[in-house]
């Protein structure tokens, strides 16, 4: 069965530090995608980082970036220069092309940055 | 930059009440989604809809549920006899194709804002 682990309940750090968010997925398909998701405290769900199974490269977008293990089965969002708009809830996601059309969600971290 | 819009933001609603959230997906989408967010729990897939008709719905997505597409833009889900435990924020998402999702991000499912169901 496909399954995200997000180990990490919450998250603490400074302005403009680096921070690693956990993820952890089990399938055993050849073709998946990871997705990561932020969800600020009024609610929406707003999509941050792609990556597919097949890419070669880790994915970067702007200040975030997956570091990608597939042998570890690991997917972790790192944010760089964190910013007082960057806490929130943030949320792993795996789509497996043999399970259909579902993400499957972990049960989030929550991130604060403090000035 | 194009986005997935959800009304209302906020419903109330009384037990047993039929309720309506609209959404209208991004305009060169083809797949549709609403999951379900119990508060303080996971993000829950409720159905996806493709050309029309469902492709995939979960154990939750019961005889109490429906969705439609009634026109080009909107795809609204339609709770019956609203319960209690039906309390939530409920998501649309749209993405462009399915695909692989391995390679490509036409699969990336966009979120709407939510809108948040409070049934009394």
């Known amino acids: 069965a496909q399954k995200i682990t997000q180990t990490q309940p919450g998250m603490f750090v400074q302005e403009k530090e680096a921070v690693t968010l956990d993820c952890t997925y089990d399938?055993?398909?050849?073709?998946?995608?990871l997705f990561w998701y932020k969800q600020p405290s009024s609610g929406e769900m707003i999509f941050l980082i792609y990556?597919?199974?097949?890419?070669?490269q880790n994915a970067t977008e702007g200040r975030y970036s997956l570091n990608f293990q597939k042998a570890r089965k690991s997917a972790n969002l790192v944010i760089s220069a964190s910013q007082l708009g960057d806490s929130a809830m943030y949320f792993c996601?795996?789509?497996?092309?043999?399970?259909?059309?579902?993400?499957?969600f972990g049960k989030g971290t929550t991130l604060s940055v403090s000035s | 930059e194009p986005e997935v819009t959800q009304t209302p933001s906020h419903q109330v609603t009384q037990m047993g009440q039929e309720v309506i959230l609209r959404c209208v997906p991004i305009?060169?989408?083809?797949?549709f989604y609403w999951y379900r967010q119990i508060l303080g729990q996971k993000v829950e897939f409720l159905v996806s809809?493709?050309?029309?008709?469902?492709?995939?719905k979960s154990e939750i997505f019961d005889d109490q549920f429906s969705v439609e597409r009634p026109d080009g833009s909107n795809f609204t889900l339609k709770i019956r006899s609203t319960k209690l435990e039906d309390s939530a924020m409920y998501f649309c998402?749209?993405?462009?194709?399915?695909?692989?999702?391995?390679?490509?991000?036409?699969?990336?499912?966009?979120f709407g804002a939510g809108t948040r169901l409070s049934v009394l």
């Open positions: 305009s060169n989408h083809l797949y």
């Open positions: 996601a795996m789509r497996v092309d043999q399970a259909g059309t579902a993400l499957i």
């Open positions: 399938t055993s398909d050849p073709s998946y995608g």
């Open positions: 809809f493709y050309n029309n008709e469902i492709s995939e």
């Open positions: 990556q597919g199974s097949y890419d070669q």
């Open positions: 998402a749209s993405s462009e194709e399915l695909g692989l999702a391995g390679g490509g991000d036409k699969n990336i499912q966009y």
